[in-house]
Every structure is written in C-alpha cells, then in structure tokens.
Nanobody, 124 residues
Framework: QVQLVESGGGLVQDGGSLRLSCTGS????????MGWFRQAPGLEREFVAG????????YYADSMKGRFTISRDNAKNTVYVQMNNLKPEDTAVYYC?????????????????WGQGTQVTVSS
C-alpha cells in the first residue's frame, strides 16, 4: 500500500507556471506506475499525464502535450508535473494516483491509490 500527498498548487496568472509534487510513503513507490488527473467543478475527472515505474515512458492527454511535463525521482518517492503556459481552463483540483500494473493507464478506475488533491487556479 502507498499513501500519496500532493503539494505545489496555488493561484497563478494566465500564462504562468506551476510544479506539482506528489510524495508517496513506503519503500515500493518505484514499483508503481504514476498518473496525474484533474477535476474541475461540474466536470468529470480527466487524465493529465502518466509515467512508467522507471520514468522511461510517459504519456500525456492531447491538451497537455507541449505544456506539461511529468517526471519522477524514485529516490525521493516523488512524482512531479511541471505545468507551463497555464490557462484558465486548467483550473481544477489535481490528483496523483498510483497503479500496480506495468502500463500507463488513462482511466482513473485503473489506479489503486489516490492523493487528496491540490487546487490549481489560473486567473485570466
């Protein structure tokens, strides 16, 4: 089992940047595929990005490609998402999640553990 805690959210202006972090407990963090998801008010949760256990493979939702970069540091039990050129429509609660499988999944149902979320607000 792994517990996840996100940090790094906040208020940023249109075009700004933020880096979110998600730190996991337990010594098996490196065994998990990690994903970032987000949920805006009134909307369904959506996949943002995912990364393989080694960090060698990444996958992004189309609307995030070129703006968001996911990475991980297994020595620190932490996964990151660097978000650049943020837009008001990126405003949401961002969640990190872990899954035991070997492939990057885009469906939230495929993930086993979730953090509590961190709010990102982009002002116009």
């Amino acid at each position: 089992q792994v517990q996840l805690v996100e940090s790094g959210g906040g208020l940023v202006q249109d075009g700004g940047s933020l880096r979110l972090s998600c730190t996991g407990s337990g010594h098996t963090f490196s065994a998990y595929v990690m994903g970032w998801f987000r949920q805006a008010p009134g909307l369904e949760r959506e996949f943002v990005a995912g990364i393989s256990w080694s960090g060698a493979r990444t996958y992004y939702a189309d609307s995030m490609k070129g703006r968001f970069t996911i990475s991980r540091d297994n020595a620190k039990n932490t996964v990151y998402v660097q978000m650049n050129n943020l837009k008001p429509e990126d405003t949401a609660v961002y969640y990190c999640a872990a899954r035991s499988g070997s492939s990057i999944a885009t469906r939230g149902e495929s993930y086993d553990y979730w953090g509590q979320g961190t709010q990102v607000t982009v002002s116009s």
